[in-house]
């Protein structure tokens, strides 16, 4: 997910980072750790104030990403995680840059193919961020793979986990190497040679390949001296290795070994003078026009198979590949020499996922937990009754997603239940919360699901899932042409005591019970009827044609929420000018719309108290004396990846929390359906906002936003105790017992 680049065993405080990777506005001193429990507002120093609509205020949200993806990486040199756990933060690293060449980089080389180059309000033209990010990332990949041979794999070899070299075959392992590469591999690999009849392959979006160089003539007569190995996404890129064969302990052999030492059998007769492995990054970004379809479902279908043969982005290649054919590889892609990645390893660590879970070494992973179910819903018949008295706030993972599955399950069978709607963004065709709505449309309620065909690089499981609903008898809408249905709703109606009742779910995160051990996300389980009401009237914009209908309680994307947000924003910005205390807090995964970011600014600017907690990009530059003095960011990494949106206002002492499924960035503002709504009561507003503390005063795994774009990392300083805030909230609500440090 990311990586910086002090020594490789420094891994708190600053980064050191290539010069001019970051954009500095002028004049800034950088501000110190904020202490949040004793933060207050900071009379605005008497400078010169920039405008607000000065590009040197903004970071770009391009190399923002890569910075949270440089904190994640980060995260394998932390050594209070347990091993297999630090190895996977590196390989989430080039999963999250796997994605970030096939939709980021790939969308500002298309602004200049078609000459349609549109800079943010950073100013950085798409070259010129193209130029950083080059940099930026060749700089941390090699760090990556220097982690990756130089800390992780020693360490793991101490734990006896080892990855064979082809130096280190003994012959007892070449013997076995040569039987499975002869029954397993050689069948199902074809080599294509390279001649005029015999053009270069169309390689698959990340397929591992080698280019091999040949000498001799074959049957043919043929002498090109160059042929292609296409690695089948079938074989394992990791083979474990027989203890009777190895030794004892986990042994593995790469699949890049072994085609590296038996090439000379695919090519009989010829000498293989080099071998080499290499993998192509493709944009994988969809480019379907639903305006321009009459059937989103079958275009969809035909868009997917394009996506793996997209234009190319990023080619990587072992760093012993010779300069002429790594220069061979550039001009059969159209690439340059900026876009070619050179490494010290294999060129697909994702790959290496399939050993993070070693089941012989469970003391290098995290101790696994139980989710708490709260104890209102222990025991409880009728989830129905229980809702029906009172709202039920759950905190996933630390506590169990099961009782929102449960609802949907007792809303199937439950007699009284006529309907159920459901939005669905990524859920997978075959969950337990589809299996639910299958059952209840089978069971004669009408069941309507509102998915989301366009869920990148779910699009294909939700298609599955479309027809698989269907099949079952319920009514599937594909949302709304133009806007991403990314509200996480569910309607239950329910007839009691000759009255139809509303029950609703709402949501930050998806209906995956997968992620909701993975993510932390809120859910809010209601019958309170203003609320449900307004929910059953999003629904019914989804679902049917008409004018936008008034809301009561619900802020909704894309009609009232942002105006919402910059009204609640504008509040606090009054209750300051008024001489009042005024406190903005704001939790959630991006910001990146230039509109929310002025308003905060002149938030800060009259003296209101900000404090932001952002996962993943941030445009906005905190400490700027004059403009942003008064915000403090921060963004926390750790075990469980952070994605819930919360949002409070102190409100003149009247506080206001609000939970939502949008970020602050401009296509959730404006291109989505979302949906923001509020915590009410006493207890879960004193709840809610407990959860948002422990997060602002974790000193350790927490990374304070600098004004010139740099993350450092949060120390315990004096006499203050460790504190993480994943590990707290996890001993606050869940059962377990849980080694986070």
């Not at 009849?197 to 043919?220: C, M, Q």
């Not at 275009?299 to 054919?325: I, Q």
């Not at 179910?373 to 169990?400: C, G, T, W, Y």
Request: glycine content about 6%.
């Amino acid at each position: 997910m990311n990586n910086e680049v002090p020594s490789m065993v420094e891994s708190k405080g600053a980064r050191a980072v290539p010069e001019e990777l970051t954009q500095t506005p002028p004049d800034l001193t950088p501000a110190p750790e904020p202490v949040v429990e004793a933060a207050a507002t900071v009379p605005a120093p008497v400078i010169s104030v920039p405008s607000l609509d000065d590009s040197s205020l903004y970071i770009h949200r391009e190399l923002s990403q890569l910075q949270f993806n440089i904190r994640v990486l980060e995260q394998a040199l932390d050594e209070s995680y347990p091993l297999l756990e630090r190895l996977k933060f590196l390989l989430i690293f080039s999963s999250n840059l796997d994605e970030f060449f096939e939709i980021r980089v790939a969308g500002l080389k298309k602004q200049i193919t078609f000459a349609r180059e549109l800079a943010g309000a950073d100013g950085l033209q798409p070259h010129q961020a193209l130029a950083r990010i080059s940099e930026l990332v060749h700089f941390e990949v090699d760090r990556q793979y220097a982690i990756l041979n130089d800390v992780l794999l020693p360490e793991m070899e101490k734990h006896q986990i080892r990855f064979i070299r082809r130096r280190y075959w003994t012959p007892k392992l070449k013997s076995w190497v040569r039987r499975y590469f002869r029954d397993e591999i050689a069948p199902i690999i074809t080599p294509i040679g390279l001649d005029p009849t015999h053009p270069f392959p169309l390689l698959v979006n990340k397929s591992l390949n080698f280019i091999v160089e040949l000498e001799g003539v074959d049957a043919f007569g043929r002498d090109s001296g160059l042929a292609i190995i296409p690695a089948p996404r079938l074989l394992p890129r990791v083979i474990r290795v027989p203890e009777e064969v190895g030794g004892t302990g986990a042994n593995h052999v790469f699949l890049s070994s072994m085609i590296h030492a038996h090439a000379d059998d695919l090519f009989q007769g010829m000498k293989v003078k080099g071998c080499y492995q290499f993998r192509l990054t493709r944009n994988a970004d969809l480019a379907l026009d639903s305006e321009d379809v009459d059937d989103l479902a079958r275009a969809l279908r035909g868009e997917l198979f394009s996506r793996r043969y997209g234009d190319a982005v990023r080619l990587e290649v072992a760093d012993t590949c010779p300069k002429h054919l790594s220069d061979y590889l550039l001009k059969q892609f159209n690439l340059s020499e900026s876009e070619l990645y050179q490494v010290n390893g294999p060129v697909n660590l994702t790959r290496l996922f399939s050993i993070t879970g070693l089941d012989s070494h469970p003391e290098l992973q995290y101790v696994p937990f139980t989710p708490a179910i709260p104890k209102i819903l222990q025991n409880a018949d009728n989830i129905f009754s229980v809702i029906s008295k009172q709202d039920v706030l759950l905190m996933h993972p630390f506590e169990s997603f099961t009782p929102v599955v449960d609802l949907l399950r007792q809303a199937a069978k439950d007699p009284h239940v006529l309907a159920v709607r459901q939005t669905l963004y990524r859920s997978g065709a075959n969950s337990e919360i589809v299996d639910a709505l299958v059952d209840a449309a089978r069971n004669g309620k009408e069941v309507t699901a509102v998915i989301e065909l366009r869920a990148r690089f779910d699009e294909e499981s939700n298609l599955q899932m479309a027809s698989r609903l269907q099949a079952a008898g319920a009514v599937v809408i594909y949302g709304v042409v133009g806007f991403k249905t990314h509200a996480k709703m569910m309607l239950i109606l329910r007839r009691e005591q000759g009255d139809i009742v509303r029950y609703a779910h709402l949501g930050t995160g998806n209906y995956h019970a997968g992620n909701a051990r993975l993510y932390t996300d809120y859910s809010m389980l209601t019958s309170d009827a203003a609320l449900t009401e307004d929910v059953g009237k999003l629904f019914s914009q989804l679902i049917g044609m008409g004018k936008t209908l008034r809301m009561k309680k619900l802020l909704h994307a894309p009609f009232t929420l942002k105006k919402g947000m910059l009204d609640m924003i504008a509040r606090e910005t009054q209750f300051a000018l008024d001489g009042k205390p005024a406190h903005i807090i704001a939790k959630f995964n991006s910001l990146t719309d230039a509109k929310v970011i002025k308003a905060l600014y002149k938030a800060s600017q009259s003296g209101v108290r900000i404090d932001l907690v952002v996962r993943g990009m941030c445009c906005l530059r905190p400490g700027i004396p004059g403009v942003s003095h008064n915000i403090h960011v921060r963004s926390i990494i750790g075990r469980f990846l952070e994605h819930t949106r919360v949002f409070y206002f102190l409100n003149g002492g009247e506080e206001q929390i609000y939970l939502s499924s949008a970020d602050w960035m401009e296509r959730n503002l404006d291109k989505r359906v979302e949906t923001c709504f509020p915590v009410e009561g006493k207890k879960l507003l004193l709840r809610v906002k407990k959860e948002l503390e422990s997060y602002l005063t974790d000193n350790t795994h927490a990374w304070a936003l600098q004004p010139d774009g740099r993350y450092v990392r949060s120390t315990p300083t004096g006499n203050q105790n460790s504190r993480n805030a994943q590990a707290t909230l996890l001993e606050r609500l869940s059962n377990p017992v849980l080694n986070v440090r």
